[in-house]
């Protein structure tokens, strides 16, 4: 009786000292049903283990069958080489640190909406985009490599593989059919904890801070009340994909608290350093990724600071540059945009339109300079380059006021077209002359390069642009009408059109695709923006359209 007693009284200390705040609901016991049904099916293979051959054997079958899956789904990645080697160097470090000497192989899974990670049998290790994405440290991600190693290294993948084996009743050399979901789904909070505990070990052993571990549960904990807010709010930012995935994450894994009390007790028990991170040296692709995200939804000024982010980690990232120069550009920045997009040029020349915005950018900012700040920089490249800037070289000296390059180059480039039946440099010769207010020139060339490609929406949207400042409104709008508007148009189109209707003095539609240009375009609130791109009729408009715009919210809120 003393013994039972005994017995008793430490289960309820101990219970005590582990115990964590968790939020009220049914998660906790859910957890406590998921890992019966786990601790049930893990007896029967608790005492037969396989070997490591036939379990690298088998990790290899289900590997290359996930690849083969991941060949048919996934798009066009040229960075995902650099971040699945920068992932083997990290993880190559940790394994060597490991009880098993195994194979380790590391994967990346270029998705922003897969926040997971999980391993397979005999030593592959898969990282998903969308986890990367919350990391700012190596250290960060040594913990969460480390957590999946020790999956493998204690055995817990295999014995995932063989309850598989029994539930299913297959052969064991059939294993490779294994769903991989069954890997992703995580294991018992015993395990799960064993996982993050020897992890961390690991990670420090590697000679990582084990803040990194500790960090990484505080974003998991962070995003855990996040989710749990958005799922009681009917508008939700995150997509349905990865809502799917947190929500399976965090089934199946233990609550962040427990996981980050059970770090700090280890390392202030075992003494672990706590000292400065190391940067995340493929951050910089992330973080360019995200801008890019920004500047498609128009937040311009984040978009430029996440750009900047990425270019302090990786000075010459191509995509950077680019996200930077638009969001400058849409800020009205133009000179700083202007020098972004001189850069981006001189880092790739196979962008020839790098310097065709250059070229604009220069000239939204000061038109009386631009030609010979545009010339005297051309003069210093390649020749085999120079010969690329011949269009916005005439174009800046046409807006200087001198016409002769830009009519010598129209009759070049009409011959060269009817030969070659390439349109692009005469509609872009013709936007030029519209930016210096020779509309007629203008609507010939832009014409005539619209007649070569039938249905091009960019050359039609910019006849519409032409035919506005012509006061052609209803040749304006037919040439809009002709363009399917889907979801992901252009603003510059839905904007013509409002102006054109605006004009027309059809102010109902015209507000109603104001409305809808500005939430997608928000550079056309922005004057300087405007009266530097376009002719001169459409500032105005767009000053009268949105105070009617303003006057009738005002009656609305009175009635």
């Known amino acids: 009786m003393a013994g039972i007693v005994l017995l008793g009284v430490s289960a309820i200390w101990l219970g005590e000292r582990r115990k964590v705040d968790v939020p009220p609901g049914p998660a906790p016991i859910l957890y406590l049903i998921a890992d ?3 601790e049930l099916t893990r007896m029967p293979v608790s005492f037969t283990r396989m070997s490591d051959a036939k379990e690298i ?3 290899n079958q289900l590997a290359r069958a996930y690849a083969s899956q991941e060949r048919e789904n996934a798009t066009r990645d040229p960075e995902k080489n650099d971040v699945e080697s920068y992932l083997t160097q990290v993880g190559s470090r940790l394994a060597a640190q490991g009880h098993r000497k195994l194979p380790y ?10 926040i997971n990670a999980f391993a397979l049998p005999g030593g592959h290790v898969y990282l998903g985009e969308g986890m990367l994405r919350l990391m700012d440290s190596e250290d960060e991600l040594a913990a969460v490599l480390g957590h999946e190693i020790e999956h ?4 817990h993948c295999a014995e995932r593989a063989q309850q598989e084996q029994a539930l299913r009743k297959i052969p064991l050399g059939g294993l490779f059919a294994i769903p991989v979901e069954v890997f992703e789904a995580g294991y018992s909070k015993d395990q799960e904890l064993e996982a993050d505990r020897e992890g961390a070990r ?3 052993q590697a000679g990582y801070s084990a803040n990194g571990a500790i960090r990484m549960f505080e974003t998991f904990q962070r995003l855990y009340e996040e989710y749990q807010a958005r799922a009681r709010t009917p508008q939700q930012e995150m997509s349905q994909v990865a809502q799917q995935t947190i929500e399976g994450y965090f089934r199946s894994h233990p609550f962040a608290s427990e996981r980050i009390a059970q770090i700090q007790r280890l390392a202030a028990e075992e003494h672990w350093p706590l000292h400065a991170e190391r940067d995340l040296r493929v951050a910089y692709v992330f973080r360019s990724a995200e801008a890019a995200e920004a500047l498609h939804a128009g937040r311009y000024t984040q978009a430029q600071q996440l750009a900047l982010q990425s270019l302090k980690l990786h ?7 680019e996200v930077l120069a638009r969001a400058q550009f849409a800020q009205a920045d133009f000179a700083a945009a202007a020098e972004t997009y001189r850069r981006l040029f001189e880092l790739d020349p196979s962008r020839p339109e790098a310097a065709e915005n250059y070229a604009m950018a220069l000239a939204a900012a000061d038109r009386q300079r631009a030609a010979a700040t545009f010339r005297h920089w051309a003069e210093s490249l390649p020749h085999e380059e120079a010969m690329k800037l011949d269009v916005p070289s005439a174009g800046l000296a046409l807006l200087a006021g001198d016409p002769a390059p830009a009519k010598e180059l129209q009759a070049k480039i009409s011959v060269t077209t009817e030969s070659s039946g390439d349109p692009n440099a005469l509609a872009q010769l013709g936007w030029w002359y519209y930016l210096a207010g020779d509309y007629e020139t203008a609507d010939n060339l832009v014409g005539s390069a619209a007649q070569l490609r039938v249905g091009n929406e960019r050359f039609l949207t910019e006849l519409g642009w032409i035919d506005i400042e012509r006061r052609r409104l209803a040749d304006s709008l037919q040439e809009l009408g002709s363009i399917y508007g889907g979801p992901d148009v252009p603003s510059n189109f839905t904007m013509a059109e409002a102006v054109a209707f605006w004009q027309g003095g059809q102010s109902d539609q015209a507000l109603t695709r104001f409305e809808t240009a500005n939430e997608s375009g928000p550079e056309w609130k922005n004057p300087r923006w405007v009266k530097a791109l376009y002719g001169p009729s459409v500032e105005p408009s767009l000053e009268q ?3 009617e715009q303003e006057r009738r919210r005002r009656a609305s809120q009175r009635h």
């Open 57 to 59: 054997a088998i990790g």
């Open 36 to 38: 019966t049904e786990q």
């Open 152 to 155: 493998i290294d204690h055995y």
């Open 105 to 114: 192989r590391f994967h990346y899974i270029p998705d922003k909406y897969f």
């Open 315 to 321: 000075p010459d990232h191509p995509r950077a540059l």
């Open 202 to 204: 690991l990670a420090v």
């Open 545 to 547: 359209m949105q105070q």
